[in-house]
């Protein structure tokens, strides 16, 4: 889903584009405007929103739940696992990964 907040016309192509992570961060970013400039540090999402406007760039969103996934830490593992069709969701079962329900939240083990 795109998401498209700038004003009438629909068609219109946003400055910077933005898909969000989980946790405040920048999964993609697409970026029209060369005065714009990227930081990719702590609640990058809201930086990132903050910098488009200081250069009064059109802002728009992606909402996308598989570009909103970061598999940068051990629990995002699980994600991949329940989601994941590719060679790397692959690769984690054939290496002994499995899913923990065992601690409220999904997490991963390894057998």
């Known amino acids: 889903m795109f998401d498209y907040s700038g004003g009438d016309d629909v068609d ?5 584009t933005i898909a969000p992570g989980r946790g405040g961060g920048t999964n993609a970013l697409a970026v029209r405007d ?5 930081d990719y540090h ?4 809201l930086d990132h929103r903050q910098r488009a406007a200081d250069v009064a760039a059109s802002v728009g969103t992606v ?3 598989r570009l909103a996934t970061d598999i940068d830490e051990r629990d995002d593992l699980a994600e991949l696992l329940i989601h994941g069709e590719g060679s790397a969701a692959t690769w984690l079962r054939e290496a002994g990964f499995v899913l923990d329900t065992g601690r409220g939240r999904v997490g991963v083990a390894r057998e």
């Open 12 to 16: 219109a192509v946003p400055d910077v």
């Open 34 to 38: 060369p005065s714009f400039r990227v």
């Open 42 to 45: 702590g609640a990058s999402y």
């Open 63 to 65: 909402d996308s739940y």
